[in-house]
């Protein structure tokens, strides 16, 4: 008897086309593109049969139909891998995946350069006030160049929160500008941090310490609302909060009072509770913020980079290897007995 052929399915949002051209040049592997679903049942429907759900890490683009929940997961016993289209796996309830058994894999790191770049020109359009002086030169006279008088990154501090694959770049690349870089990763050890490029501190001494702060830890139940009003006050008078890290992380209405009340010079956004936010929005009728929609990683190399490591890496697990980028690592043991059970093949052995 021939053994199942793997299949991965993906709902049609956009996604990359080199995606689908490695993974239909795998032979041992099939895909299938559904309708985006307007219900559970819809999304059943689409996913009968799949082994690995490819799924886009936007959740403001995503029918909540086509979520990864448990009761999708139970809707789906033959689901053997979730995969999120980008760093972030927001629409995959992790904690529900491992419980059935399900590995999750994510492309962390894969648009870390974009998302690096796009933070430290944040950073460089907020103390240059770059933006400012675009809004007004459109649409104003009267205002002196003094008016606009912006301040040098060199000899200022940057306070890296989060200092992994993206926030090791931007710690890089403020160095490059004189800046001083402290760094808070309750994930690494002291020296790690050291040999990313910070000087490592607790987060009070990050937030009292730098000019710039700037979000790059991932969104989870020890991250959400952890930069609230009590964090903005402690930051210095005239300091400067940026994140392209996710929604959720920082509260609004208190980056918005510390903004209006002078606490705060500036900040620069690409995340957002909702994307987009809404156009009445207080941040985005604030002079003093720059405000981009999510994307900092949207850059061609990135797009193409995360397609072909989405690709390349459910293929690997599809045909038995250890995926590289791994989410829920504990679940391998459980995963491996039902990858044996529903493909009839073990996987691989650890090299």
């Known amino acids: 008897m021939s053994l199942p052929r793997p299949r991965i399915v993906r709902f049609d949002h956009w996604t990359h086309p080199v995606f689908d051209q490695r993974v239909t040049a795998a032979t041992d592997v099939q895909l299938l593109v559904q309708a985006m679903p307007a219900s559970l049942a819809d999304a059943a429907r689409g996913l009968e049969g799949a082994h690995a759900y490819h799924v886009t890490a936007a959740k403001d683009e995503l029918s909540a139909a086509a979520f990864v929940t448990q009761e999708l997961l139970q809707a789906c016993p033959q689901l053997l891998c979730a995969s999120s289209t980008g760093a972030g796996f927001d629409p995959i309830d992790v904690p529900a995946c491992t419980r059935a058994g ?12 974009s998302v690096a770049e796009h933070a430290l020109g944040l950073i460089i359009g907020l103390a ?5 002086s675009d809004r007004l030169l459109r649409r104003e006279r009267g205002f002196s160049r003094e008016d606009l008088t912006g301040r040098e990154l060199a000899g200022k501090t940057v306070g890296v929160v989060g200092i992994g694959n993206t926030g090791r770049r931007v710690a890089a690349l403020a160095s490059a ?14 020296e790690e941090i050291r040999q990313r490029g910070a000087q490592p501190v607790s987060l009070h001494e990050l937030l009292e310490r730098s000019d710039f702060v700037s979000l790059h830890c991932p969104r989870d139940a020890t991250t959400r609302g952890m930069i609230d009003a009590a964090a903005f006050a402690r930051m210095k008078r005239g300091a400067y909060f940026v ?4 929604g959720g992380i920082h509260d609004e209405a208190a980056l918005h009072a510390a903004l209006q009340s002078g606490h705060l010079a500036g900040a620069g956004l690409d995340v957002w509770d909702q994307e987009p936010p809404p156009l009445d929005s207080p941040l985005l009728q604030h002079p003093s913020v720059i405000a981009t929609y999510h994307t900092a990683g949207v850059t061609h190399e990135c797009r193409e980079t995360m397609a072909t490591w989405s690709a390349d890496q459910l293929v690997g697990l599809l045909s038995g290897e250890r995926p590289p980028r791994l989410v829920n690592p504990e679940v391998w043991p459980v995963f491996a007995r039902r990858f044996e059970a529903i493909l009839g093949r073990p996987i691989q052995a650890a090299a």
């Open 177 to 190: 500008f004189s800046m001083r870089v402290l760094a808070h990763d309750p994930l690494l050890s002291a």
């Open 243 to 246: 994140t392209t890290a996710r």
């Open 102 to 113: 399900v590995a999750v894999v994510n492309q962390s790191g894969g648009n870390a350069v």
């Open 128 to 132: 240059h006030r770059i933006t400012e």
